[in-house]
């Protein structure tokens, strides 16, 4: 098992900044990808970003250029820092991580996830 616990949402005006964190902890075996997904009111959950433990990054074409993603595997931490947001950014981002090795490999693991709310 994989416990995810985020923080760091927020309000934040349009054009500001927040950064969001993930702390995992439990059975933590690579390879691995971890990741932020997001659901805003009435949408389908959708990839923002996600990383794997070797570093490798894929970003949503909306949030490219303007959110980043990054790790620290000695910590167990994912962190997304979002910058120059939008209203549309508004949404409940959540945490994810996935097995991709061994017996497990595509097992995934959520996050409760926070509130990201821009305002225009």
């Known amino acids: 098992q994989v416990q995810l616990v985020e923080s760091g949402g927020g309000l934040v005006q349009a054009g500001g900044s927040l950064l969001v964190s993930c702390a995992a902890s439990?059975?933590?075996?690579?390879?691995?990808?971890m990741g932020w997904y997001r659901q805003a009111a009435g949408k389908q959950r959708e990839l923002v970003a996600r990383?794997?433990?070797?570093?490798?990054?894929t970003y949503a074409d909306s949030v490219r250029g303007r959110f980043t993603i990054s790790r620290d595997n000695a910590k167990n931490m994912v962190y997304l820092q979002m910058n120059s947001l939008k209203p549309e950014d508004t949404a409940v981002y959540l945490c994810n991580f996935r097995r991709a090795g061994g017996t497990w490999a595509g097992t995934e693991y959520w996050g409760k996830g926070t509130l990201v709310t821009v305002s225009s």
């Open positions: 990383i794997t433990n070797g570093g490798t990054t």
């Open positions: 439990g059975s933590i075996f690579s390879p691995n990808v």
